[in-house]
């Protein structure tokens, strides 16, 4: 596969992504408003080193920075504008995560690049999680491996800030559409998940 194959292919698949995304939330977005992409770059730029995003119950937390660089973002051959360069051409903005979550009574760590987009369409914003790895220094390493992403909506609904997501899912393995579930949330100024780690 070439790089110019394995370029469209990651887009196709980010495209694809998205668009099952707001199918698949189209119905519960009627009785919402839903936040632009800009307004979603806004929010989770509220502080110099980023937020954290606490799902209700806190013990999920998704922390997003833009302004901090992994291994990927600092290679030469991807950067930091990897994701809007290669895969989504309508990113607003980049940076990287951390999701912290208890499953089965276990602690699981994710953490990557992130980039918040808005929808060619509606201007809904769109928070894409892609997971990496230390040794993702090229695009060649980055189509080898297999690796997590998932989604995140925010919506102001009446009775609240509303968090539509879905589950982590294999990016290039998974060919179904993406569900997504609704959870309160809340916004925190910081590294409400790990503070004295960084992003891999």
Request: charged letters at 20%.
């Amino acid at each position: 596969m070439t790089s110019g194959t394995r370029q469209r292919s990651l887009r196709f698949r980010a495209v694809a992504i998205l668009h099952f995304c707001f199918l698949a939330c189209a119905p519960a977005l009627a009785s919402a408003e839903v936040l632009s992409g800009h307004e979603f770059a806004n929010l989770l730029a509220g502080g110099p080193e980023g937020t954290t995003i606490v799902f209700q119950g806190g013990t999920d937390k998704l922390f997003y920075s833009p302004s901090l660089k992994n291994r990927l973002r600092l290679s030469p051959e991807l950067g930091p504008e990897f994701i809007k360069q290669k895969i989504l051409q309508n990113t607003l903005a980049e940076g990287v995560f951390i999701s912290a979550a208890i499953e089965g009574g276990k602690p699981r760590t994710i953490s990557g690049i992130a980039a918040i987009s808005a929808d060619n369409d509606s201007g809904h914003g769109v928070l894409t999680l892609v997971q990496t790895f230390g040794d993702d220094s090229s695009l060649k390493a980055f189509q080898t491996r297999d690796r997590l992403y998932a989604v995140v909506i925010v919506e102001d609904a009446p009775n609240g800030v509303l968090c539509r997501r879905s589950r982590w899912e294999k990016l290039f393995a998974f060919k179904q559409e993406p569900k997504m579930t609704t959870v309160p949330c809340e916004f925190v100024v910081g590294n409400a998940v790990t503070p004295a780690a960084a992003p891999r």
